[in-house]
């Protein structure tokens, strides 16, 4: 059974990644009509839909643990961004704002004594590991790539495979 305090910041979390998903959705509609970010484009959704099984598996914790997932309403994400090196600062941001939620949560369990979320939010804490990592490369990879076009061209080429690892 969770305690009102958990299941309260569960709940903040389902906001935070429903609107991460959401971001990432705005991203990958904004990269979508820019010339030649087709590889990007599909990062950016596939982000989308996997922050919405973040989202999912949180809700199905919280009512199955005796709780009330509340389904929360969102806020409008930023449309536009003035280039890629922007959209892709603000997925690592986004990504660090989830980590710290995380964080709480797992601080919150502990206090708690509440193990068994405290387990379930394993999962979470690895998976931000992973997704900071890979924003931070991103970024990383922009940064070096500064306004050269060919290596725009590859990054887009590349950006799908850039997780395997």
Request: glycine share 4%; hydrophobic share 40%.
């Amino acid at each position: 059974m969770l305690s009102q305090r958990m299941q309260e910041a569960l709940n903040r979390q389902v906001l935070m990644e429903a609107q991460s998903s959401q971001a990432y959705l705005a991203m990958g509609s904004w990269a979508d009509i820019q010339p030649g970010l087709k590889g990007v484009t599909k990062f950016f959704f596939k982000h989308s839909d996997e922050e919405r099984m973040h989202m999912l598996k949180l809700i199905h914790y919280i009512n199955e643990r005796g709780g009330f997932a509340i389904v929360p309403a969102l806020a409008q994400p930023v449309l536009t961004f003035v280039s890629l090196k922007k959209a892709f600062e603000e997925l690592f941001a986004h990504e660090v704002k989830v980590s710290e939620g995380i964080n709480e949560l797992v601080d919150i369990s502990l206090q708690e004594k509440d193990y068994a979320t405290h387990n379930f939010l394993q999962w979470y804490v690895n998976e931000q590991i992973e997704e900071e990592r890979l924003a931070r490369e991103c970024n990383d990879k922009l940064e070096l790539i500064g306004d050269d076009k060919s290596g725009l061209y590859l990054f887009d080429r590349d950006i799908m495979t850039m997780e395997q690892y």
